[in-house]
């Protein structure tokens, strides 16, 4: 059975960090390249980070480019999104993607919110 889960997620203040996870079972994982998405309450989706398969290659979007890390595991099928000095405006629901050509594996979302 495959699977994507989504963990970390929770309240933080601003200026804060969290670590999500995304561990992934029932298909290869290495061969996957992982996409996170969040999407804020009355927004549209927006994708905020790419690794590659090997984690050679990874990209960001302009939003959090410089606070936000993204990485793998292989051997624990298992991909990071590091979040560092959070602001409200980070507050969304988080969801890793692995998309392999026409497969394309998603996960339930985990909640970030940032407040004081």
């Known amino acids: 059975q495959v699977q994507l889960v989504e963990s970390g997620g929770g309240l933080v203040q601003p200026g804060g960090s969290l670590r999500l996870s995304c561990a992934a079972s029932g298909f290869a994982f290495s061969t996957y390249a992982i996409w996170w998405f969040r999407r804020a309450p009355g927004k549209e989706r927006e994708w905020v980070a790419?690794?590659?398969?090997?984690?050679?290659?990874?990209n960001y979007a302009d939003s959090i480019k410089g606070r936000f890390t993204v990485s793998r595991d292989n051997p624990k099928n298992t991909a990071y999104l590091q979040m560092n000095s959070l602001n409200p405006e980070d507050t969304a629901v988080y969801y890793c993607?692995?998309?392999?050509?026409?497969?394309?594996?998603w996960g339930q979302g985990t909640q970030v919110t940032v407040s004081s």
């Open positions: 993607n692995a998309v392999a050509g026409s497969s394309n594996f």
């Open positions: 790419y690794i590659s398969r090997n984690a050679a290659l990874t």
